[in-house]
T-cell receptor, first 112, second 114 residues
C-alpha cells in the first residue's frame, strides 16, 4: 500500500503558484520523498525528490516539514501544460529494491 | 537522446491467448522496471531487473506473468492465458542504476483482453 495520502483533485489559475500537499506521517529516516507527474496518455515523468532539506530545480520546489511527515510540491507559475496527475511517493533506498509504490495522486487542473 | 520505447502501443487479444509486450530501455541503463496501470489508478509495480536478473518480482500477480531480460537491455513481459482482468496499460521504466536515480518511463502498451 502507498504510504502517502494526497487530495484527489485541485484547480489552479494559470500563472499562479500551484501548491500540492502530500501526507506521509509514517515515513522513516531512510525514506525519500519523490514526486512524479503523469500527463494524459503518457508515462509518469520525474519532477523532484528530497530527504529532509527543501529542494528546487527548474521544474518545481519541494518543501518538506521539519518532522518529515508532510511535504508540498510547488509549481511557481502554473501553465496549462502542467495539467496532470501528480504522484507523491515515499521510497526506501536501503531495502534493496527500488520500486515505486504509487497512490492515486492529485489531479491538477490548470485553468485559463 | 531516445527515451524508453514500448511495442506495441496497443494490443487487443482474446481471453485465453498469450501475449508478449516489449520494452527498449534507454541505452546504458542497467535497471529496468515493469508496472501496470488500471484506469483511474496509479501504476502498480510488477518486477525490477538489475542487468539480466530479476532483483524483485514481488509484484507479479500470479504465475501467468513472466518477464525476461536475457542480454541486460531489451525486456519482454509475457502473459499466458490472458484474462479480462489483465486489461490495463503496461508501463516500462529504466534508470541508470538502482538507488536515487530517477526512473524514465515509456509511453506504455495498452492491453485489452476481450
Amino acid at each position: 500500500d502507498a504510504k502517502t495520502t494526497q487530495p484527489p483533485s485541485m484547480d489552479c489559475a494559470e500563472g499562479r503558484a500551484a501548491n500540492l500537499p502530500c501526507n506521509h506521517s509514517t515515513i522513516s529516516g531512510n525514506e525519500y520523498v519523490y514526486w512524479y507527474r503523469q500527463i494524459h496518455s503518457q508515462g509518469p515523468q520525474y519532477i523532484i525528490h528530497g530527504l529532509k532539506n527543501n529542494e528546487t530545480n527548474e521544474m518545481a520546489s519541494l518543501i518538506i516539514t521539519e518532522d518529515r511527515k508532510s511535504s508540498t510540491l510547488i509549481l511557481p507559475h502554473a501553465t496549462l501544460r502542467d495539467t496532470a496527475v501528480y504522484y507523491c511517493i515515499v521510497r526506501d533506498l536501503t531495502s534493496g529494491t527500488y520500486k515505486y509504490i504509487f497512490g492515486t495522486g492529485t489531479r491538477l487542473k490548470v485553468l485559463a | 537522446g531516445a527515451g524508453v520505447s514500448q511495442t506495441p502501443s496497443n494490443k487487443v487479444t482474446e481471453k485465453g491467448k498469450y501475449v508478449e509486450l516489449r520494452c527498449d530501455p534507454i541505452s546504458g541503463h542497467t535497471a529496468l522496471y515493469w508496472y501496470r496501470q488500471s484506469l483511474g489508478q496509479g501504476p502498480e509495480f510488477l518486477i525490477y531487473f538489475q542487468g539480466t536478473g530479476a532483483a524483485d518480482d514481488s509484484g507479479l500477480p500470479n504465475d501467468r506473468f513472466f518477464a525476461v531480460r536475457p542480454e541486460g537491455s531489451v525486456s519482454t513481459l509475457k502473459i499466458q492465458r490472458t484474462e479480462r482482468g489483465d486489461s490495463a496499460v503496461y508501463l516500462c521504466a529504466s534508470s541508470l542504476g538502482g538507488g536515487l536515480e530517477e526512473q524514465f518511463f515509456g509511453p506504455g502498451t495498452r492491453l485489452t483482453v476481450l
